[in-house]
Structures are given as C-alpha cells and as structure tokens.
DNA sequence: AATGGATAATGCAACGGGCG
DNA sequence: CGCCCGTTGCATTATCCATT
C-alpha cells in the first residue's frame, strides 16, 4: 500500500470508472485495473462491486475511502505547512553594520512587522571582531575588502555640507570643499567609514580637516551641528532631510561628494530565506528613502 | 528480481436498430 | 411489441518493456 496506489484508489473511488480514471491519471486503463486489484489483496477485502461492466464502491470500499481521504489531505497540509514555514521565514540575520548604523532599529522594526519570526544579530565596527567576521548580510559604504563577498549598491547620495545659519557661505548656492579649510569641523570618531570618507574628500580638496568635535553616533554629530557649534558633512538622504531652522545644507561643488552604501554577503555561503528575505527590505528600504527625498527638496531655500 | 507502466487480446453486459 | 444480433463500452488477463 503505498501512495501511488491510495491516490490511485481514491479517483476511482470517486469516479466508480476506472476508464475515465485512468484518463484524468494520465495512465493507461489496464495499469488502474492492476492497481486496484493488488490493493484489494492486500487489504485482503473487495473495495469494489463488479456487476456486469460496471463497478460501484461497496461498504468496504467507502470505509476505505474515508481514511484514504484524510491521510491524504494530512500529507497536503504539511506540504502547505512546511511551504508557509519557508515563506514567513524564521531564524537569525547576522548583520555587520558599517553604515547607516542609525537606520537600522528602523529597518528591523519594520521587517518584524512583517515577519515577526525574524531575528537579528549586529555585529558593529568597533566591537572586537575578527577581520573576516561572519555574517550573513554586511552593510557598508566603501567596498568590503573581505575575499568570497558579492555586494550590490543600493543607494548613492550626496554628501552635503551643512553650516551654522550666520556662517559667513550659509548663502550661498553651493561650495567648494577648500573653502573651509580653515573651518572647525563636527566629525564623527576615525575609523567610522563616514569620517574616512570625508576625511579623503577633504584630502582631496588639498587640506586636512581641523576637527573640534568628534563624536560616536551620528545624532551626535547632528545635535552639535543644530547648536552651530561647527560645519560637518551631512549624507543628504540617510541622514535625514532638514538638520533645523538653525542649520543651512550647502551641495559640495568640488570635489564631487557622495557615497554609496552597499550590502554584502559571502558567495560560498548559503543565504536563508530570512536573510534573502531581509536584504530584498533593505535595498527597496534604501530605494523607498531616496523617493521620499527628491520629493522634498530643495536643499537650500535660503540660497 | 521487483516494480510500474504499456499494448493487445479477451470476455462480459448493456445498448440499439431492424425485422417478424 | 419483442426478439435477435451487431456494436459499444468497460474491466480483466496476458505479455512485454524499462527502470531501479
């Protein structure tokens, strides 16, 4: 008695024409015939009466069918069991988190309300780990310099200047970077792929920025930025739009400043469903930010 | 060797049209 | 109407083949 056969038993159960059972099985009718016979040997009992070319499902038979039927439907549902199970994922995500650190809580809040299973793990830059920590997906802004990762960018944004509203450029359209070579500069600490970002704009306009604050977390930076304590560079989409009435965002003409965050995972590792999962929300996430932006603008009302 | 399937042949019973 | 007989539809049996 194996599957093949209950399946089989159950259509002609259903039809009482082992004919058109065999059509609709995509067997031949002889195979059906045979089918049906060892079953009733083994079960040691006719399922079937056979009067003349007619078969009709006895009491055996109906008896039979009822278990049939439920067995089979119990096997269909943990099919669809186990299906939804892969499709409302479970588990873990490891994260590395190089960037836009302060967005995530946001992001995962929202990935949770969709999928209340899902589990996160961060692991951060500073933290002690290994130089090729393990993780599933990595979110940075500068190419991860980790051999087996594939990465694929999911937002490019400029990084713009903002300046205290009585900064001596806080009307003007737009700057060069060399023009505050001898400003006093909110930054966040070395090491922040950020800093090290700006830090190389900087390099590049042909000077070293003085740093008078330097800060861990981005909310940080922006509230000393609010409190016109210094200039500091503001990515213009993941950091938010406006920094207050207080501050004006200038677009850096030269050196042509943006960044772009990527998300990574390994090649040779195989991805969960959760993370699969996860890192099509975050680059949609990312997509969704940059759409919100280019509906407000502009940058600078005051210019 | 066992299994699952195919084809062809066979046998049975109902159907249906024509004829007395 | 009722009977006869060919036709049709169906299950079964026999044999064979491919796969495992």
Redesign the pocket.
């Known amino acids: 008695m ?1 599957l ?2 209950l399946r ?1 038993f159950q259509t ?1 159960a259903k039809l ?7 059509e609709i099985l ?13 079953l009733e040997g083994e079960l040691n009992v006719k399922l ?1 009466d ?6 009709r499902l006895n009491e055996y038979g109906k008896r039979f069918l009822v278990k049939v039927d439920s067995a089979l439907q119990t096997l269909e549902e943990g099919k669809t069991e186990l299906l939804d199970l892969s499709e409302r994922p479970t588990g873990t995500v490891v994260i590395f988190i190089q960037a836009g650190s302060y967005l995530l809580p946001d992001m995962i809040t929202l990935f949770r309300q969709k999928y209340p299973e899902a589990q996160f793990k961060l692991l951060q830059q500073d933290q002690e780990i290994s130089r090729y920590p393990a993780f599933d997906l990595c979110i940075s802004s500068t190419p991860l310099k980790i051999p087996g990762t594939a990465s694929t960018p999911v937002l490019t944004e400029e990084i713009l200047l903002a300046v205290p509203n009585e900064h001596r450029l806080a009307t003007r359209k737009s700057v060069r970077l060399i023009e505050l070579a001898e400003d006093g500069f909110i930054s966040l600490k070395i090491g922040k792929q950020l800093r090290e970002t700006t830090d190389s704009l900087c390099h590049a306009a042909g000077f070293a920025p003085r740093i008078i604050y330097e800060c861990d977390e981005p909310s940080m930076v922006r509230s000393l930025v609010r409190s016109g304590l210094g200039v500091s560079f503001i990515p213009a989409v993941t950091w938010g739009g406006s920094q207050g009435s207080s501050v004006v965002l200038l677009p850096i003409e030269e050196p042509i400043s943006t960044r772009t965050i990527e998300i990574s995972w390994y090649t040779n590792r195989y991805m969960t469903n959760v993370a699969k999962k996860f890192k099509a929300f975050v680059e949609d996430y990312y997509k969704q930010l940059k759409e919100d932006k280019i509906k407000k603008e502009p940058i600078n009302p005051k210019a």
Do not use: H
């Open positions: 194996d093949l056969s089989y002609v009482e024409n082992m004919t058109r059972a065999a995509q067997i031949s009718q002889p195979a059906i015939s045979k089918m049906i016979k060892n079937f056979r009067t003349g070319k007619y078969i």
